[in-house]
């Protein structure tokens, strides 16, 4: 005769509520909240980082960058200063690849600033369209292009102050145009590869996120010497585009993985 099986006692918190428990397994944490996790460490160990030690660490990443992409040059193809500020307002939310595809044609149809400004919008704007929000860069070129005739002479200036008086120029562009044309370092520039780049080596530490490009700006400017700006800015966009780049970062192939907070926590 078959043995009847045995009920189970209802625990003293079942008795209480009038429901059956069961026991739960613990939850697994899942590849999600470990990628947080480890962001999170990597996070606090920027933070307490002195500034001695980052600068140190910094000159070692400079070292590095300097072996691999030696003599890095603006991407933006360009034979003059209004050149390359053109391109530089063209390539907003833009490939500087299909941006250089856009250029010869450009630069041949509007010599120099006044025939920007004298443009005619639509056939600025046909020119210009593959690159995108064409309708805002055709005003920014043509004001800019008149900014530089009425008030410049003709002539792109080099200085900062100037530079933030013509449309389509804000800081990012004033200083690609100072650094790589004029050869005055008097900021870096912070594009979506620098922006990711300082915050993955753990060179902004004041900033919100990737782009938080005031305050980058600001931390580079404090952590890498001056003389290296223009030259590391060009660096870090290549390192960017072919090693360490936004999606999945090829961190056991990167050289600077021993100077970065942040290798190997990519899923």
């Known amino acids: 005769m078959a043995k009847k099986a045995k009920k189970k006692t209802p625990t003293r918190a079942a008795k209480k509520t009038g429901r059956a428990t069961r026991t739960v397994a613990p939850k697994k944490t899942t590849g999600k909240k470990k990628v947080k996790k480890r962001a999170s460490k990597v996070a606090t160990s920027r933070d307490k980082e002195s500034l001695e030690a980052r600068r140190t660490r910094a000159g070692k990443i400079i070292a590095e960058l300097d072996r691999l992409y030696h003599g890095a040059e603006c991407a ?51 020119l210009v369209k593959s690159t995108g929000f064409f309708r805002n860069k055709t005003k920014s070129i043509k004001g800019a292009g008149r900014a530089i005739t009425d008030n410049f002479n003709g002539e792109v200036p080099d200085n900062m102050d100037d530079l933030l008086t013509i449309p389509g120029v804000a800081r990012k562009t004033a200083n690609v145009i100072l650094g790589t044309w004029f050869g005055k370092n008097i900021g870096v520039v912070v594009d979506t590869h620098i922006g990711r780049l300082a915050h993955r080596l753990g060179l902004s530490w004041r900033s919100r996120d990737s782009k938080d490009a005031v305050k980058i700006e600001q931390d580079l400017m404090e952590v890498l010497p001056q003389q ?36 190997n926590t990519f899923d």
């Open 76 to 126: 933006l193809t360009h034979k003059s200063a209004l050149q390359l500020l053109v391109a530089t307002i063209l390539s907003a939310q833009c490939t500087d690849e299909r941006v250089n595809k856009v250029t010869p044609a450009l630069f041949k149809r509007f010599p120099n600033a006044k025939a920007f400004a004298d443009a005619e919008p639509a056939e600025l704007e046909e």
């Open 228 to 263: 290296t700006w223009t030259d590391v800015g060009h660096a870090l966009i290549y390192h960017g585009r072919q090693v360490c780049n936004a999606r999945k970062p090829d961190c056991p192939s990167c050289t600077l993985a021993d100077l970065c907070p942040s290798a």
